[in-house]
Structures are given as C-alpha cells and as structure tokens.
C-alpha cells in the first residue's frame, strides 16, 4: 500500500499522506514520495494542489522509530518541505488532526491551510530534547512572526486550530462537519482563477520569501546536529515513546 497516494482530476492534484497506522508519520519512504508528489513541472491543465491525511492525524510529524536515520536524511526533509513551498501552484492544506512537528511544518509550508476546529498545531522538539534547523525555524518565523513563534518553539505546547487562526498563521478554521465544504471554497475559488496569474503570484511570493536563506547559520545548524545527538535527545525521545516524564540532565 502507498504511504502517499496522488491522484489528479482536472484542475486539482490532491496528495494524501496514507499510513493512518502511524498517524501518518514521515519515515524515509513517505518523504520520498511526498517529493515525487510536488514536482517542479505540473501539468499545464492543474491550478491547485490539495494535501490531506487519512485516518484521525494530519500528520505526527517524523517517525520516532526512524529518528536517528531520519536526522541523517535532514536534506532529504528539507527537500520535501522546499517541493511543497516552491510548488508551482496554490497549496491547500486540509488539517482534520493533529499537525504535529513535522507535521506542523508541512502545513505551513502550504500557501493555505484550512482547518477543523478540533485540530491542533504544534512543535513539541523543546519538550524532548531536539531543535528545528535553520530552515524549519525561519518558516515559523515567516507565517507566524516573532512573538507566536516563541510561543510555539520555546514552550512546546499544541495550540488548537483557533488560536492558530487567531495569531494570523492559518487561512480558515470550521467545525469538523463544515471543514470539507469550507476547503472546497477555497479550493474551487483557486481554481477558477487565471493559471498565468497564479503561477506568477506563486512565484513572486517564493522569492520574496528567499532572501532569509542568505543568512549565515551554518553554526546554528551545527549546533542543532550536537542538540539532537545529545543524551537529552535520547531520553526526550525514549521518554515521548514510552509515555512518561523526560529526565533531562542537560548533556
């Protein structure tokens, strides 16, 4: 069974994230083809993506089990995340679930994000013991700002999807039975729009967005690797799988 299913009919390519088994969580072979997914070049007849997840998560973010190899494929990670920002067209993410870390990070790396009310955003890596890359941190910093990225980063705690929306970072938020008909407005707005002028827009709003990879943060990726092969990441990790109460030592 795919990890990822695509399927394109007529102006919409809708993604969806198929291991509801593991609340969808991103192992080295879903990453590969969330990639294939988001190609550079899609066909001239779409006008909109759309991403979803099966079963009751958007996304848990990276699969624990897979941690350390996932860590060494941190490229590979922010290809993925980069295929879905510099994607062509609109992106809609439809959040029903948890968007967790990973998780968190897909959903925003979309150009709109419409949510059920019960949904709940997150990045938990301060309360195990790991840190976001350069990368990772810098788009919080473009769709949230400063002061709900602090919140979001340096405590940890999910925030619901309407705190989400309030802070500015999320498009729409509606009740669980209204989530797919509020998605669908967008979705079909996007897709009555002229394909010239959104693949240009896209395309100015990506390179505006490009300027912050010029800063120098070579060091901080360094120091988020020594974070996350620390014993604090060990325990945090082991301590998240085995549902208690991290001891960290701050090694």
Known sequence: MSKVLVDVDGPVRTVT???PDRRNALDNETIEALIAAFPPDPGQNER???LRGNGPSFC???????RQAAFGKTTE???MLRAVEVFPLPVVAVVHGPAIAGGNELALHCDFVVASSEAIFGMSLSQIGLAPTWFLAKKLMEVAGPVATREILLLGDPLPATRM???GIIARVAPPDELQDAAQKVIDRL????PLSLRIMK?????????RDATPHDDLNATVREVS???DAREGVAARMERRQPDFKGQ
Do not use: C, P, W, Y
């Open 48 to 50: 909109v993506a759309v």
């Open 165 to 167: 929306h309030d802070l």
């Open 60 to 66: 848990s973010g990276m699969d624990l089990t897979q």
């Open 229 to 231: 092969t620390s014993d």
């Open 17 to 19: 994230l198929n291991r």
């Open 203 to 211: 395309k100015t709003l990506v390179r505006q967005m490009e300027f």
């Open 77 to 79: 990670i922010e290809t």
């Open 191 to 194: 897709a009555a729009n002229a």
